[in-house]
């Protein structure tokens, strides 16, 4: 088990990584999702042992590792640059954490043999790694990730810099070739749907601070504040301001949205509610959902789906809808919210009536 | 009217073909005269080179001709030519020796001058300390002050150590320039180098000199070629404080051509010899690196 304790990190008088405690249970895959700059790298550099944190300490397995050097850990790393060795060829690359560990050379042989075999890169073992395609640079780094049976695996957005379907390919593919080996899985990304894809657990990060950490899952229906929420959305989440009078939310022009019953109990106040663009409709979902006049912005056409970008208020919203809509920048059109499906935010920006989960 | 019509026609259409010829005229003489241009393009080149190459032309030509002829009236190539004054060199120790003392400390100065700067570079390049770039700066007007300025100091300091009329003498005393130099090459080189790299060897369990030697010494070899290079001509043309430093066993071969009057006065034709023999190390090593300077220049910052 990988645990941070209260772990903060500071370059040059700026917090990188501020008070961060996470457990990590071997055999798990873990996603750290964050925009970029909110500090996956830096959070996983300290995870790696290549930084030590300013204050707070790493533990590996109940054992204290904070000053223990990179070398003396056993933990292998991607980055999202294809780093390689470029003066050895692609079998060295791969050999070279086994080389290093003195293991025989059958052995050897046979790991990069099943270790390319397995990432399709047997064809140009004897090729140098700036002769190769990006995908195949990166897929050797990963190589060389694989055999040397570490016991924390940090890939730090290995699928950024591929190009579309290699990256379908290898996501598929990665967390079931090192859940075999029983490690830590962590893995960095910019981008809520590779988490979904992934599964596991997700942590978000934001300015440094992990907001939320449990299954992926329940952190994507159910964030536990507004910073999670919007980390975890994309498109960016659709918010807006309001009054809770009584049974209902209030929204501009008078429009009553009705509470959902689970959180009818609370108290009269100030909420943010937030809602995914595709729970913005121009068809009634559902009895409950409720109309409003919003001017279309700009509407944009991706395939067999539109994003309508809306202003409702001082709101700015973003609609998901199927088929190619067009809208005259600037049209007022009716769209539908679906109260089943919005969370609700107080003031500290803290989700309402959900209960604070143990992290898992 | 209608005749009167054609002609005005006639006239334009007169007037619009000279137009036309005129342009074809202007366009020939354009075409022409870049033709001239192409047609002596080679001059100017071959100038510059004749420039260049005839003093050692004249050196060579010098090399195999027997002094009489040496002073007497021009010849273009030796009426007699001969090996005798190559013979001379290759016979007499004190010519020959020469040679290999400047050898000796050219490559002793080459070796330490790289050695030293490859973790001084390294820690240019991957650290930042306090006043690092001042330090940088520093390191590199050392390059600056002329030797002449050092040959007392040097001298002073040597004698006080004995190690005066040595070859090591002469080589540590070139690092003084020679180090700094291959610092800034080196840094430029290593620059070059992600970080990651670094980082992903000692993730793999690399120690760090295991990781320098094996890891990241191939990947500045062609700086690490270039450094030495440089490293060398400095050393090997540097007259002054070689010839301070030095009395007889470690005596550079440039002194030993500009103290040969003997008492039958110039012996032109031996040290015509002297002189192609002397260009001769520093032209094969220009050969040897010469691709990887070409990279050196496109890479690293030189």
């Avoid at chain 1, 850990?73 to 080389?99: C, D, G, H, K």
Wanted: proline share 6%; net charge neutral.
């Amino acid at each position: 088990m990988l645990e941070l304790r209260n772990v903060t990190k500071a370059v040059g008088g700026v917090d990188h990584i501020r008070d961060v405690s996470l457990q990590l249970e071997h055999g798990s895959l873990n996603v750290l999702l964050g925009p970029t700059l909110s500090g996956k790298t830096s959070l996983m550099r300290l995870m790696a042992g290549l930084d030590r944190p300013t204050s707070g300490s790493v533990w590996f397995d109940g054992k204290d590792v904070t000053g223990v050097r990179v070398q003396d850990r056993n933990v292998a790393m991607v980055y999202q640059q294809f780093i390689n060795y470029p003066a050895m060829t692609v079998y060295e690359n791969i050999a070279s954490p086994l080389r290093v560990a003195g293991e025989d050379k059958a052995k050897i042989d046979r790991e990069v043999h099943r270790a390319a075999e397995l990432l399709k890169l047997t064809p140009y073992l004897n090729r140098t790694p700036l002769n190769l395609s990006g995908g195949q640079q990166q897929r050797t780094a990963l190589a060389r990730a694989i055999v040397k049976n570490a016991r924390l695996v940090l890939l730090d957005e290995p699928l950024a810099n591929l190009d579309y379907k290699l990256r379908e390919e290898l996501r598929a593919e990665l967390p079931k070739i090192f859940s075999e080996t029983g490690a830590i899985f962590v893995y960095a990304t910019t981008e809520p749907h590779e988490a979904l894809l992934l599964g596991g657990n997700t942590a978000t990060l934001s300015e440094g601070r992990i907001t939320q950490f449990g299954p992926t899952i329940s952190v994507f229906r159910k964030p536990l504040n507004l910073t999670t929420a919007r980390t975890f959305a994309d498109p960016p989440l659709n918010m807006i301001a309001l009054d809770k009078e009584g049974t209902d939310f209030v929204l501009e022009g008078g429009v009553r949205l009705p509470v959902p019953q689970e959180l009818a109990g609370i108290p009269d106040a100030n909420y943010t509610i937030a809602f995914q663009p595709h729970h913005l409709s121009l068809h009634k979902p559902h009895k409950q959902a409720v109309s409003v006049k919003a001017k279309v912005l700009v509407t944009e056409i991706t395939g067999s789906e539109s994003f309508v970008h809306l202003s409702f208020a001082d709101a700015r919203w973003v609609m998901l809808a199927h088929g190619v809509l067009s809208f005259e920048p600037d049209e007022m059109v009716d769209v539908y919210i679906d109260p089943r499906h919005i969370m609700v935010f107080d003031g500290h920006g803290n989700a309402v009536g959900a209960k604070p989960r143990k992290a898992a | 009217m209608a005749e009167a019509n054609n002609t005005t026609l006639r006239a334009a259409q007169g007037s619009g073909a000279t137009a036309v010829s005129a342009q074809d005229a202007a366009l020939e003489r354009k075409m022409r005269r870049r033709g001239d241009e192409s047609r002596f393009w080679w001059l100017v080149p071959t100038l510059y080179i004749i420039f260049l190459m005839l003093p050692i032309y004249w050196l060579v030509n010098m090399s195999f001709k027997t002094n009489q002829e040496i002073i007497g009236p021009i010849t273009f190539f030796p009426v007699n030519p001969t090996l005798k004054n190559y013979a001379v060199i290759f016979s007499d120790p004190s010519w020959y020796s020469g040679y290999i003392n400047s050898i000796i400390y050219v490559v002793m100065n080459m070796v330490i001058s790289v050695a030293v700067a490859l973790p001084a570079a390294y820690a240019f390049s991957r650290y930042r300390f306090l006043g690092d770039k001042h330090l940088f700066f520093w390191l590199l007007t050392n390059r600056m002050a002329p030797p002449a300025v050092f040959a007392l100091p040097f001298f002073q300091l040597y004698s006080a150590f004995g190690l005066i009329d040595t070859h090591i003498a002469v080589a540590l005393a070139h690092c003084l320039f020679n180090v700094p130099l291959a610092v800034w090459i080196l840094e430029g080189f290593m620059s070059g180098v992600p970080k990651e790299i670094d980082e992903t060897a000692y993730i793999d369990g690399y120690s760090f000199p295991r990781f320098f030697v094996k890891i990241f010494m191939p990947l500045i070899a062609s700086g690490i070629g270039v450094a030495a290079f440089f490293c060398f001509m400095f050393s090997w043309v540097e007259l002054l404080l070689a010839r301070t430093l030095t009395t007889t066993a470690a005596k550079p071969i440039s002194a030993i051509m500009t103290r040969t009057v003997s008492a039958s006065g110039l012996d032109w034709g031996v040290l015509a010899a002297a002189g192609v023999l002397t260009i001769i190390p520093g032209a094969l090593v220009i050969w040897f690196v010469r691709n990887y300077i070409a990279k050196g220049f496109a890479l690293g910052r030189v």
